[in-house]
């Protein structure tokens, strides 16, 4: 069965700062790979997605992720935050073949300050 | 149309009550999704729906009951819960549960927010 790991359970930055948020996913197959995002009050968005060719996936808002198979990793990145990037972020991972569910980390709670 | 709708958005009820949730989505999609989400947890699957067939049911206890009548709705039916099956429950749907070249993206709506006196 897939796991995710996502290691920043509470990120704090101000505004114009750089973000990277970690994600590790553990599964032996082939997988595709997910951001979400949830603001306050909101429901769950998809910021970017990886299924195959580019490793370097382009969302929307400015993410980017680099999917990084000898790490098992998919790591989210922004060069500059605002304030109304403060939300949960969620790495997802759904295996090609076998059970197909979408398996989610556990969550960063992302705060931009002003 | 690229939305899921859930009704209703927030409910409450008591143990002894029966009530449905319900999910619809007009994407053509044939999967579709019951996830339970605790406060500041990540989505929990409950079951999944691919082409209107109960496919994947996680352990989930009888007291919730999954109900695909078309390719566009989905309910969830309670009954006799407990307090602590207080959450938001939320819909997904994608295009198919079976894997092919695009993945797997769910679309998400909004979810229904249930309390459990």
């Known amino acids: 069965a897939q796991s995710v790991s996502q290691h920043n359970h509470h990120v704090i930055l101000s505004e114009a700062a750089s973000l990277e948020l970690g994600c590790n996913y553990s599964y032996g197959g082939t997988v595709n790979l997910f951001w979400y995002v949830q603001y306050p009050g909101q429901h769950l968005q998809l910021l970017l997605k990886?299924?195959?060719?580019?490793?370097l996936v382009k969302g929307i808002k400015g993410f980017e992720a680099e999917f990084i198979k000898s790490k098992f990793s998919f790591n989210l990145r922004k060069p500059s935050v605002q304030w109304s990037d403060t939300a949960e972020y969620f790495c997802?991972?759904?295996?090609?073949?076998?059970?197909?569910?979408?398996?989610f980390g556990s969550g960063t709670r992302l705060q931009v300050q002003p | 149309d690229t939305e899921v709708t859930q009704t209703p958005k927030h409910l409450v009820m008591g143990m002894t009550n029966k009530k449905s949730l319900k999910c619809e989505q007009h994407m053509g999609h044939r999967a579709m999704y019951w996830y339970k989400q605790k406060a500041k947890k990540p989505p929990e699957l409950m079951f999944v729906?691919?082409?209107?067939?109960?496919?994947i049911n996680e352990s989930v206890p009888s007291r919730f009951s999954p109900e695909c009548p078309n390719s566009s709705l989905l309910n969830l039916h309670l009954h006799a819960l407990q307090p602590e099956d207080s959450a938001l429950y939320l819909c997904a749907s994608s295009q198919a549960h079976l894997q092919d070249r695009g993945g797997n993206e769910q679309f998400f709506g909004p979810g229904t927010r249930l309390t459990v006196l």
């Open positions: 990886y299924f195959s060719g580019d490793p």
């Open positions: 997802a991972v759904n295996a090609r073949t076998g059970r197909r569910a979408l398996t």
């Open positions: 729906y691919s082409y209107e067939k109960l496919s």
